[in-house]
Structure formats: structure tokens, C-alpha cells
């Protein structure tokens, strides 16, 4: 059954005896699924939306994606439906770590891909960070934002966030003027990726031992206009 959507979707799909489906890990927002049809058949990736993201803009994201996947900064989209799609399965990358993206020739490969995602054209862009953080503290607001009971691991951290969240939603209710003090800084606006975990940070090691790994950023649902700062931060 799977396999049949599938080949609705991407025209041309061989390899139905050979069909396999596998979850794939890393995933915090959305359900992943390696999808390997044949030998003639590269791999992709399936996709399918998590719940509670609906806020986000489904097909700005797509365009974005098929803009970066054509300028080699991106995976390519192949394919989309209602509450997924398929793009490019990255074989040769594997997802960074914390520990290596403070690596020297690891944090100077991610500073070049950044800059090269920071370089791509944004009129056609409607979302900004302003945007976004307006949409995630209305949606914040209508929460009931309260401490866990239960014994979850990082409580104290958990605490913490939160307490933020909530006093940064009483702070935009009494007309913060935050907004117009960075507006007024000197800071260019640019297509920013805006959640740059490790996760997000995939690395190809070169074959060469002194040579930097090649980068690929991917999962690029809260990208928007925003100031270079807000990413390098």
C-alpha cells in the first residue's frame, strides 16, 4: 500500500518486490522513513508531518526546499502530499554532534555553508523571525504553561525554559519595545535557517585526514528573513 502511494507520487518508481521501509532516528517534530525500492533506484527519504506543527507554512517551506535543493544547499524535493513529503535521502552524511561542531575545521565548513545560505535572494520570503515569534507566543499564550509532576529527565532545564516562554509572553503584553531597538542596529536581514542543532548540521567526512567535512543543513521548517546574528548565535 505504501509503496503504491508512493509511486503516485513519483512517476517512473521501480523495484515493488524490493520495497523496504525503514524508521529512521532523529526526527523531534516529524516521523522519518528511509524508503529503498531497487538498485537502479537511489533512496529517499519519506516524510510525514508531527502534530501541533500545522502553524507552519507548508508551501513557503516547500519552495524554499526546491530553491536550496537546486542550488546544492539543501536536500532536492521530490515529491509532496497533504502531510509529508519526499525528498532526497542524504546516504553519505551523517548527523554532527555537539562535540564536532565545536571541532575547528568543522565550525569553519559550517560558517561557509551558512554564509552560503545567507546569501540566497529573501524578496520572495514572507515569513520573518518577527513573524514566527508572534505566531509562537500566541499560540504560548493560549497554553496552560505549567511545571511538570512528574520525575522527567533535565527538570531543572525544563523549569528554566519555561519561565522564560512565560515571562517573555507578560513582556510582549505589556509592549515590549524590543523589535525597535534591533531594528535599529545595524544588522543585514537574510535567509537564516533559525535552529541549528547539531541535528540539523549534517557532515560528510572527506576521505583526505586534513581536509574539513563537507556540510549539509537540512530540516529547514523555521527558516525566515531574520538577522544574520540571530543563526551565528
Not at 90 to 104: A, G, H, V
Request: with cysteine; glycine share 8%.
Amino acid at each position: 500500500a505504501v509503496f503504491s502511494f508512493l509511486a503516485e507520487l513519483m512517476p517512473g518508481l521501480e523495484g515493488r518486490d524490493t520495497f523496504k521501509l525503514s524508521k529512521v532516528s532523529g526526527g523531534i517534530t516529524n516521523a522519518l522513513y528511509l524508503c529503498e525500492c531497487s538498485k537502479v533506484q537511489d533512496p529517499f527519504l519519506l516524510r510525514v508531518f508531527g502534530e501541533g506543527t500545522e502553524f507552519i507554512d507548508r508551501e513557503e517551506e516547500a519552495g524554499l526546499l526546491q530553491t536550496l535543493g537546486s542550488k546544492g544547499l539543501g536536500p532536492k524535493l521530490l515529491a509532496k502530499f497533504s502531510n509529508g513529503r519526499i525528498e532526497q535521502y542524504l546516504s553519505d552524511f551523517s548527523t554532527s554532534s555537539p562535540e564536532q561542531m565545536s571541532n575547528e575545521p568543522c565550525v569553519a565548513a559550517i560558517a561557509a555553508r551558512l554564509s552560503s545560505l545567507h546569501s540566497v535572494d529573501t524578496t520572495w520570503c514572507g515569513c520573518s523571525l518577527w513573524s514566527q515569534l508572534d505566531m509562537l507566543f500566541d499560540l504560548a499564550s493560549t497554553r496552560r504553561l505549567e511545571f511538570p509532576e512528574a520525575n522527567i529527565p533535565d527538570l531543572d532545564q525544563y523549569k528554566k525554559v519555561l519561565g522564560v516562554v512565560k515571562k517573555g509572553i507578560e513582556t510582549r503584553k505589556e509592549g515590549s519595545n524590543d523589535r525597535g531597538r534591533f531594528a535599529a542596529l545595524p544588522y543585514e536581514t537574510v535567509l537564516a535557517h533559525n535552529d541549528l542543532l547539531s541535528g540539523n548540521i549534517m557532515l560528510k567526512v572527506s576521505a583526505g585526514v586534513d581536509a574539513p567535512p563537507e556540510v549539509m543543513l537540512i530540516d529547514f521548517e523555521y527558516a525566515a528573513r531574520s538577522e544574520r546574528a540571530y543563526d551565528i548565535a
